[in-house]
């Protein structure tokens, strides 16, 4: 089972950035299809972004645009640069496997807040 640990959250004010990481271990990382999700306070937890095997990416609308995914298969690592960050992208940020439901982080915590 992949293991995947989350870093890089932080309190930033509006407009600033942040670049989250998550290494992963314990499977193939070059064969997944990575993904960032996010939960904010009472919310359900959302997709935020993935990338492919062949680095094609895909983001949600509301990030579209500010946040880019990146991976690096060497190091078993996949990113997020957060850039412009808003009040509501505040939430605990996990990845996973695409579409995974288990195997879950304990994801790393974004407070955007002046």
């Known amino acids: 089972q992949v293991h995947l640990v989350e870093s890089g959250g932080g309190l930033v004010q509006p407009g600033g950035s942040l670049r989250l990481s998550c290494a992963a271990s314990?499977?193939?990382?070059?064969?997944?299809?990575m993904a960032w999700y996010r939960q904010a306070p009472g919310k359900q937890r959302e997709l935020v972004a993935f990338?492919?095997?062949?680095?094609?990416?895909i983001y949600a609308d509301s990030v579209k645009g500010r946040f880019t995914i990146s991976r690096d298969n060497a190091k078993n690592t996949v990113y997020l640069q957060m850039n412009n960050l808003e009040p509501e992208d505040t939430a605990v940020y996990y990845c996973n496997i695409f579409r995974a439901v288990e195997g879950w982080g304990r994801g790393t915590q974004v407070t955007v807040s002046s």
């Open positions: 314990g499977g193939i990382f070059s064969l997944y299809i």
């Open positions: 990338i492919t095997r062949d680095n094609t990416t």
